[in-house]
């Protein structure tokens, strides 16, 4: 049977967990498309997998976990794909949209050391293993005795370089833990008072050419207004600081009736000058609320800020 709609993911396990997650929702709401077959998840490796010893910032940013599959999508070859909408640059490419947000998941970070070690009890000069200059900036400003070093890869490749000693503790969303099946493995899980999460952490999009009418219609019964909702306002933040993977910025928001609440944060790469900016205000004014909250903290900033640590 020829499929009828082709949804393009990256090849992690976590990746097609998530993919097959949307198959399965898309299905269960178009009876017409629940026969094998019919709904076809077609698989990419990214510039951003090609990754193993560079940050992001030095490699080109957070797009590169998205550029083959939004190329593909532009070309017709698929017709959605499933982002990690922490992934997702703050601009995207002309010609398409993320109408669609699947329910969040828990938006924490979870911690992981080889010998069940706390952050606060690890001893001076202990490695923390983390690609993202958000994690790195937070743990510095707590314990600025301990080394942060890049450890790039896949949860199951993280896990393992962990256990073989490479580093001393890392860190991983706990959404892609629970998602796989391994939250067991987590050695705590920081609050956001301890850890802010990255912008849009634990929230999947659906992307999809704007012209696309039936894919739109198609994928309209899955949205989560609380999502996205909640991930307008954080990306809305991180566009007003014109956030890049160069600069580690954090933000949460929490919905609560038709209250929004946003906790903004941004520092130097080492942790140093941390600001932080909290703001409430009404659900319909999110984006407003939340660009608003990063251009305050953007005005406070030293010219220097975003050129080095």
């Excluded at 070309?75 to 995207?92: E, F, N, P, Q, S």
């Excluded at 911690?111 to 923390?128: E, F, H, I, M, T």
């Excluded at 890392?170 to 998602?179: F, H, P, Q």
């Excluded at 942790?271 to 205000?281: H, L």
Aim: glycine fraction near 10%; charge should be neutral.
């Amino acid at each position: 049977m020829k499929a009828q709609l082709k949804i393009g993911t990256r090849g992690s396990p976590l990746a097609l967990v998530q993919a097959e997650a949307t198959r399965d929702l898309l299905a269960a709401a178009h009876p017409e498309l629940a026969a094998p077959g019919v709904i076809e998840i077609v698989v990419f490796r990214t510039s951003g997998d090609r990754l193993f010893d560079r940050s992001l910032a030095d490699a080109g940013g957070k797009g590169l976990f998205t550029k083959e599959i939004e190329e593909a999508l532009l070309a017709g070859d698929i017709d959605l794909a499933v982002h990690c909408m922490k992934d997702v640059a703050t601009r995207l490419p002309a010609g398409l949209s993320i109408p669609c947000y699947l329910p969040r998941e828990d938006t924490r970070d979870a911690w992981l050391s080889r010998d069940g070690k706390l952050l606060d009890d690890l001893p001076a000069g202990s490695l923390v293993g983390t690609a993202g200059l958000r994690r790195q900036a937070q743990i510095l400003l707590r314990r600025p005795d301990l080394r942060v070093g890049i450890l790039r890869g896949s949860v199951d490749t993280r896990i393992a370089k962990l256990k073989a000693g490479e580093c001393d503790a890392t860190l991983l969303a706990i959404a892609g833990l629970n998602r796989l099946g391994k939250a067991h493995l987590a050695t705590a899980i920081f609050e956001p008072a301890e850890m802010l999460p990255a912008v849009a952490q634990g929230a999947l999009g659906l992307q999809i050419r704007e012209s696309d009418e039936r894919a739109a219609a198609l994928i309209a019964p899955l949205n989560c207004s609380e999502t996205a909702t909640r991930v307008i306002a954080e990306r809305a933040f991180l566009a007003a600081l014109d956030g890049s993977c160069r600069t580690p910025i954090a933000a949460l928001a929490v919905l609560e009736g038709e209250t929004l609440s946003l906790e903004g944060f941004a520092a130097r790469i080492d942790g140093r000058d941390p600001r932080r900016i909290s703001r409430k205000g009404p659900a319909a004014d999110a984006a407003r609320l939340g660009f608003e909250a990063g251009a305050e903290v953007k005005a406070g900033l030293p010219a220097d800020f975003f050129s080095g640590p």
